[in-house]
């Protein structure tokens, strides 16, 4: 079973940036699509971006593409989340998730597409 543990998030100013990890444990890393998701106080989780097993493709919500930007390092186990030019309404829980490769059916844009979850970092960003 894959354990995922996410870091690198924090306080930055509106405009700044930062770079989100997720590390996970267990050798079949490699075999998942891996999404990362957020929840604001008071708001339903919402899709940030995924990529897939192999990383030759991503996807993006609407609202983060040209900003953010999804990597995996099958080597080390690890998914990253670039995110530049953060805006106030990106303040959020940030969690990373591994897919269920039985449920290639449910767009990778849900998150019953998933089923391991990391405890989340949170990302504040000032205006």
């Known amino acids: 079973q894959v354990q995922l543990v996410e870091s690198g998030g924090g306080l930055v100013q509106a405009g700044g940036s930062l770079r989100l990890s997720c590390a996970a444990s267990?050798?079949?890393?490699?075999?998942?699509?891996m999404g990362w998701f957020r929840q604001a106080p008071g708001k339903e989780r919402e899709f940030v971006a995924a990529?897939?097993?192999?990383?030759?493709?991503?996807y993006y919500a609407d609202s983060m593409k040209g900003r953010f930007s999804i990597s995996r390092d099958n080597a080390k186990n690890t998914v990253y989340l670039q995110m530049n030019s953060l805006k106030p309404e990106d303040t959020a829980v940030y969690y990373c998730?591994?897919?269920?490769?039985?449920?290639?059916?449910?767009?990778?844009?849900?998150?019953?597409?998933?089923?391991?979850w990391g405890p989340g970092t949170q990302v504040t960003v000032s205006s």
């Open positions: 998730a591994a897919d269920n490769p039985r449920r290639t059916s449910v767009n990778l844009t849900t998150a019953r597409r998933y089923d391991k």
């Open positions: 267990g050798r079949t890393f490699s075999s998942y699509v």
């Open positions: 990529i897939s097993w192999s990383g030759g493709r991503t």
